[in-house]
């Protein structure tokens, strides 16, 4: 079964485009918003990825208000499965095709710095870059079931690199 997008190797446009959507994003947050991030693994040059953008949204707000979900809603955002509690995810398909994912978090939530860390991480670390890179190709080969069994199937590489950070 396909992932929501197929992996391609780095584009340097990625971060521009991270740009200008985080531009179209920081109005709807308001005062609420504390800092947006590029995030994931568009966010790390030269690694291979679904060229789909990964933005997080830091807020000082509990819940997802009604004006923002309209707000999203209008760009293009169509509200997805919570990640976590606090953890609230968005998606935008452009002609069916995903093009950006929006995280957005309570400030102090874990997932804001785990998610920075392992990015921060990958900039700084080509031999694990690489190694993230070949197991989501080999994950994406193998994939039979979607984009849950390739999360999961990540997520100890991503454990382990963090616990490793300690």
Known sequence: MPLTSSIQTYDPKWPQKYADEAER?????GSALMEIRHVGSTAAPGLAAKPEIDVLAVVNSTGVPEEWSQSLEKLGYRRGGDLSPGHHFFKRDVDGVRTHKLHICREGHP????MLRFRDHLRQHPADRLRYQELK???????TQGIREYLSAKAPF???VLAGLD
């Open 111 to 114: 997932t804001i710095i785990e």
């Open 25 to 29: 994003l920081t109005p709807i947050f």
């Open 158 to 160: 991503i454990r382990s």
């Open 137 to 143: 190709l080999k994950l994406e080969r193998e994939n």
